[in-house]
């Protein structure tokens, strides 16, 4: 069963969850919008189990959290300068950019068709935890597949608790909080895959 620890410091709850990760373990903690679990990319057999957890079974590719836009669109590869404009709109914050994958992605990230899905979100324990792993880490909503996300880290417990390491207590997530938007800017304009950003339109216009 999962052991539960704050958020709070981040100099005793990050090392706790770099060293569970770097073990291969499964870890959960609250980002800026869900509860999220979360492996190592490198290792195979971790990111099989995340994908088993999800029932997502010969997929690779999940939301890639980075921490900070420098760090996401230098993995990628060569984008327009209009797309690296939109990442600066767009981040911090709750939306997904799909991009092509540059050769330092790994392999676990990316989807079958060579595309990439990361986000830099607002959330300054997220941010730092990417920062002190060095690269992005994958994270995927903490539930089963096809149950609604967990709102509190006693939830992420109750529903994951015997496959996960450790669970991060970043508070409960506000009632209606959805998953972050997925945005597609392989394409121009961007093409909306999920979620709602009502800013778009108007970021489009001042690019």
């Known amino acids: 069963?999962?052991?539960?620890?704050?958020?709070?410091?981040?100099?005793?709850?990050?090392?706790?969850v770099l060293e569970a990760l770097r073990a291969?373990?499964?870890v959960a903690f609250r980002t800026d919008t869900l509860y999220?679990?979360?492996?190592?990319?490198e290792q195979p057999a971790a990111m099989a189990r995340l994908r088993a957890l999800k029932a997502r079974e010969g997929e690779g590719a999940f939301v890639s959290l980075a921490?900070?836009?420098?760090?996401?669109?230098?993995?990628?590869?060569?984008?327009?300068?209009?797309?690296?404009a939109l990442a600066d709109r767009c981040?911090?914050?709750?939306?997904?950019?799909?991009?092509?994958?540059?050769?330092?992605?790994?392999?676990?990230?990316r989807a079958a068709d060579g595309s990439w899905a990361v986000r830099v979100p607002a959330d300054a324990f997220c941010r730092a935890l990417a920062r002190e792993w060095g690269s992005p880490l994958p994270s995927t909503s903490a539930n089963r597949a096809g149950r609604?996300?967990?709102?509190?880290?006693?939830?992420?417990?109750?529903?994951?608790?015997?496959?996960?390491?450790?669970?991060?207590?970043?508070?409960?997530?506000?009632?209606?909080?959805?998953?972050?938007a997925l945005l597609d800017a392989r394409v121009w304009p961007p093409r909306l895959?999920?979620?709602?950003?009502?800013?778009?339109?108007?970021?489009?216009?001042?690019?």
């Open 1 to 16: 069963m999962a052991s539960v620890m704050p958020a709070t410091p981040v100099s005793e709850s990050i090392p706790r």
């Open 24 to 26: 291969g373990h499964l």
């Open 36 to 41: 999220g679990v979360s492996a190592a990319p």
């Open 67 to 84: 921490a900070d836009a420098e760090s996401a669109l230098a993995a990628a590869a060569v984008l327009p300068e209009r797309v690296r």
């Open 91 to 109: 981040w911090p914050g709750p939306a997904t950019l799909v991009l092509p994958a540059g050769a330092a992605v790994p392999a676990a990230l």
């Open 148 to 180: 609604a996300a967990a709102r509190t880290a006693a939830e992420v417990v109750a529903v994951l608790g015997a496959d996960l390491e450790l669970v991060v207590d970043g508070g409960e997530v506000a009632p209606g909080t959805a998953a972050s």
């Open 193 to 207: 895959l999920r979620g709602a950003l009502p800013q778009l339109e108007e970021w489009l216009r001042n690019l």
